[in-house]
């Protein structure tokens, strides 16, 4: 026994390939299976504290807010994982503190610019809605700069090799927030009875993050990039922002994948159904937790190794990291697709009504997860608008697919059907783009001899 935990140490402090992406791993690992399971655990106590109709008007703001502070990041805070490895290879150190503070600049400002267009339009429509699903948007709003922050310095720590202060400053902060102070102030005492009152709760987790992720990034700046910042030009102004338009667009449309049917949902249905469908679609994105991981570490080897023109070592890192992700894939699975019932009553009885819509989702986030790298290997190489092209095309036809099983159909059961089955198709067909551009296999069970 002492020989295996011997053997494991210096695997897990050796400097090859396979041994940077184990230590990763681990380390993201143990990060994100602490803030998934207190994502997890959040939800539920909000959708017992709030029931059916006040989890749907919660998830629903709480979706809108997400998307809308990653448009703020114009794709520069995820350009950040593009340019910092990059920069780091060639030395060029005051580059990056140029470049993060240009980034932080222009997300603050369109952050908040965003936030007050959207206070002036709810001061004007906003007695056309319910009381409580407008204090919950106001709210949102000003959640939406400061996870718009967060994510900058979350992603400068993340691309900078820092994994446990990028990801322990996110996910574990923020949803730890919400579950503690949720589950005393909600279950434990009468105190939190609405919707806007659990996404209070949830911005303050935001808060604590920012701390965190901002006296990290200070800690790291001064350590790792001493000097001062390089001279911007304006050459180099275009590159960041012609590339992060790309990442945003991509970003984008994969995110609005993820939530369109919520949103469309939370459009055509009533809370009710807005409340089951959101608790199957967080169950379901459980799914995503091993792509969630395992991006921390891979997305800055991507662009490393394929700057430096290593193939081999691309597909090696590549077959290694999907393998893991496939069989995490499996274990997630296998219980969300038997016993949906039973893990939808922890949300509340109510919630069970979801257990068929929940299947279907799993079907599409499966496959997800099987392939996880997809669209992150195409934006790390250069190749967005690929990317791009092949995705508005593919998200056009969701939206129609999805506005169809709203309307014509008229069930969460069809809505969850169809988002599937473009999952599915988006995934495949980014896999074959990738197989085909960049010369690498990004499907599980690889062989990477010869």
Known sequence: MLTQIRNMRLNLSAQDLTSRLMRGAVLALLVNVAGFSLGFLAQLVVGRTLGVDGFGVYAYVQAW???????????????????????????????????????????????????????????????????????????????????????????????????????????????????????????????????????????????????????????????SFPGEPAVVTADMRAKWLEVAFMLLVVQSLVMLLRRMDLFVVGLWFDKESLGVYAAANRLAEVMIFPTYVLNAYFAPTISELYSQGKREALQKATTFTVNMAFGSAVLLALPLFLFPEHLLKLFGPEFDQGATALRLLVI????????????????????????????????????????????????????????????????????????????????PLVSTRG
Not at 80 to 91: A, C, D, H, M, V
Not at 381 to 392: P, Q, S
Not at 431 to 441: H, Y
């Open 65 to 223: 807010a997400s998307f809308i502070a990653m448009l703020c990041g114009i794709g520069l805070p995820y350009s950040l994982s593009r340019f910092i490895p990059e920069y780091k290879g060639q030395n060029a150190l005051s580059l990056v503190l140029a470049f993060v503070r240009f980034v932080e600049r222009r997300v603050l400002v369109i952050s908040l610019g965003t936030a007050l267009v959207g206070l002036g339009l709810m001061l004007a429509f906003g007695h056309r809605l319910d009381q409580d699903f407008v204090w919950t948007i106001y709210v949102g709003l000003v959640a939406l700069p400061l996870l718009a922050l967060l994510r900058v310095w979350c992603l400068a720590l993340r691309a900078s090799g820092r994994i446990v202060s990028a990801l322990g400053s996110d996910l574990p902060v923020r949803e730890g927030v919400t579950f503690i102070v949720v589950a005393i102030l909600g279950l434990g005492f009468p105190f939190i009875t609405s919707a806007h009152q659990a996404l209070t709760v949830w911005t303050l987790g935001i808060v604590a993050g920012i701390g965190i992720s901002l006296f990290a990034w200070q800690r790291e700046k001064a350590s």
């Open 364 to 443: 599409g986030e499966f496959v997800a997860t099987a392939t996880p790298f997809a669209t992150i290997m195409l934006t790390m190489t250069g190749h967005e608008r690929l990317a791009v092209k092949l995705m508005i095309i593919t998200s056009v036809a969701m939206l129609a697919a999805l506005l169809f099983a709203s309307v014509a159909i008229g069930s969460i059961e069809a809505v969850a059907l169809a988002r599937a089955a473009f999952i599915v198709l988006i995934q495949l067909s980014l896999c074959v783009l990738i197989q085909k551009k960049i010369k690498v296999l990004p499907y």
